[in-house]
T-cell receptor
Framework: GAVVSQHPSWVICKSGTSVKIECRSL??????MFWYRQFPKQSLMLMAT?????????EQGVEKDKFLINHASLTLSTLTVTSAHPEDSSFYIC????????????FGPGTRLTVL | QQPVQSPQAVILREGEDAVINCSSS?????VHWYRQKHGEAPVFLMI?????EQKGHDKISASFNEKKQQSSLYLTASQLSYSGTYFC???????????FGTGTQLKVEL
């Protein structure tokens, strides 16, 4: 149980286009989902916390207008990278946890974004 | 500021033991340990909560000293499958929002 999927697994796009990444909890309802970005050989950096039905909370330095997050249901959160540029190329990973009191975060397989 | 892990990298022969340390400059509500293989998502290993918790599973165990804001991960009788990058994640706010450590690359060889 506790499986999180991401779609797509990888995406290559041209500079200036927008890219949407989906994060789904397949067998549980996720009250909270987290979005991370990871550059090669670096640690995971939290971008934002997404709660179902409310606005996402962004970490300092993360542009909310550039990285749009929508947590429309208890099983789906989306990250849209708007007007992507080469410096946005990275590995984007989501995680989900399903209830208060359950601390574990379950990670999706990640999405590798390459902006040309 | 992210937790600092030591060592940055370690190479083991199969069967050897290793200790990975995680030190935070901020007070921690809990510490989460993950292992990540190249190109893959992190895989959960264990959580340690406030109260000086220690726990283990199979040959991997960990401890959490909340007073020192430090946690250690112990790998005994290492196996080839233990290779990967280990991250600690510190919860400094109590809401399970994690700040991941600098990472430790571990390689187990025959």
């Amino acid at each position: 149980g506790a499986v999180v999927s991401q779609h797509p697994s990888w995406v290559i796009c041209k500079s200036g286009t927008s890219v949407k990444i989906e994060c789904r909890s397949l067998d549980f309802q996720a009250t909270t989902m987290f979005w991370y970005r990871q550059f090669p050989k670096q640690s995971l950096m939290l971008m934002a916390t997404s709660n179902e039905g409310s606005k996402a909370t962004y970490e300092q330095g993360v542009e909310k207008d550039k990285f749009l997050i929508n947590h429309a249901s208890l099983t789906l959160s989306t990250l849209t990278v708007t007007s992507a540029h080469p410096e946005d190329s990275s590995f984007y990973i989501c995680s989900a946890r399903f209830a208060e009191g359950f601390n574990e975060q379950f990670f999706g397989p990640g999405t590798r974004l390459t902006v040309l | 500021q992210q937790p600092v892990q030591s060592p940055q990298a370690v190479i083991l022969r199969e069967g050897e033991d290793a200790v990975i340390n995680c030190s935070s400059s901020k007070a921690l509500y809990s510490v989460h340990w993950y292992r990540q293989k190249h190109g893959e998502a992190p895989v959960f290993l264990m959580i340690l909560l406030k109260g000086g918790e220690q726990k283990g599973h199979d040959k991997i165990s960990a401890s959490f000293n909340e007073k020192k804001q430090q946690s250690s991960l112990y790998l005994t009788a290492s196996q080839l499958s233990y290779s990967g990058t280990y991250f600690c994640g510190g919860d400094t706010g109590g809401g399970n929002k994690l700040t991941f450590g600098t990472g430790t690359q571990l390689k187990v060889e025959l």
